[in-house]
């Protein structure tokens, strides 16, 4: 799949795949590196997820029509080749320890019930999995990782809480995902984690995870969690 949308009068996405995949964000990923080389320097932004990209343009600086033309080459190229666009086994793995305690896991037993499973068994599935990130939204340093393992896939709250913790460790669906700051939220909590994911420093953001990066979660004691700056709400 190729398709070019027009998104505002700044903006064009780029579709490359029909359903999120391992497969379909490398292949974003290597649209990127390639956008990159050829009319890096007239964009503004490169937004890469699941299975396609947005790109924002400078109107003053760019050629609308000649940076179609690019964008379609390039798509071109990439559905001509026969590479698998597997993923980069030499990817770094990010480990973020989880503390799964009952006080930061408001959602865990309510989980397990809800698969069939003890708590220890949910925690050991979690943390066994190795998830990509295929997007970072809704917040600063907010990554959508997947995918979680079947037996764990349980539906969004029917109530979203109105101030879920920074830090919280939640799943919905088959997504995962690490809150970065206090926000409203409506996946399930089955952990905290106290390892910042973004932050911001004389005026420059800083984002632990990107799009692309490979995460495990490791599950570690309550006396751990604090050692390594985790705190609790009141």
């Known amino acids: 799949m190729f398709q070019i949308v027009d998104s505002g009068d700044t903006a064009i996405t780029v ?18 590196d390639r956008l990159k080389q050829v009319v890096g320097d007239t964009l503004q932004d490169i937004v890469p997820s699941y299975c396609g ?23 071109q190229a990439l559905n001509a080749e026969q590479s698998l666009f597997s993923a980069d086994e030499d990817t770094q793995i990010i480990s973020l320890p ?8 408001p959602d865990l037993a309510r989980v397990a019930q809800a698969c069939n499973l003890t708590q220890a068994e949910v925690i050991q599935l979690h943390s066994s999995q190795t998830y990509c990130v295929f997007a970072l939204g809704f917040r ?3 990554a959508f990782m997947g995918d979680v393992p079947e037996v764990l ?6 109530s979203p809480r109105k101030r879920v913790p920074a830090g919280s460790v939640a799943i919905a669906g088959n997504q995962a995902a690490v809150y970065p700051s206090a926000s409203p939220g409506g ?3 089955i952990g905290r984690c106290p390892t910042p994911l973004f932050s911001c420093r ?18 570690i004691s309550r006396s751990e969690y604090i050692q390594l700056g985790g705190r609790f709400d009141e």
Do not use: M
Request: proline content about 5%; hydrophobic content about 40%.
């Open 187 to 189: 996946w399930n909590l």
């Open 15 to 32: 579709y490359l795949a029909d359903r999120p995949s391992q497969h379909s964000l490398s292949r974003v990923l290597t649209f990127v």
């Open 153 to 158: 896939r349980v539906p969004r709250l029917d």
């Open 98 to 105: 989880v503390y799964y305690g009952e006080e930061s896991a």
């Open 140 to 142: 600063p340093g907010f």
């Open 202 to 219: 004389d005026g420059q953001p800083e984002v632990l995870l990107s799009v692309g990066a490979q995460v495990r979660f490791e599950a």
């Open 53 to 75: 990209v947005t790109l924002y343009f400078d109107v003053l600086r760019c050629d609308y029509f000649l940076l179609r033309k690019k964008i379609r080459d390039i798509g």
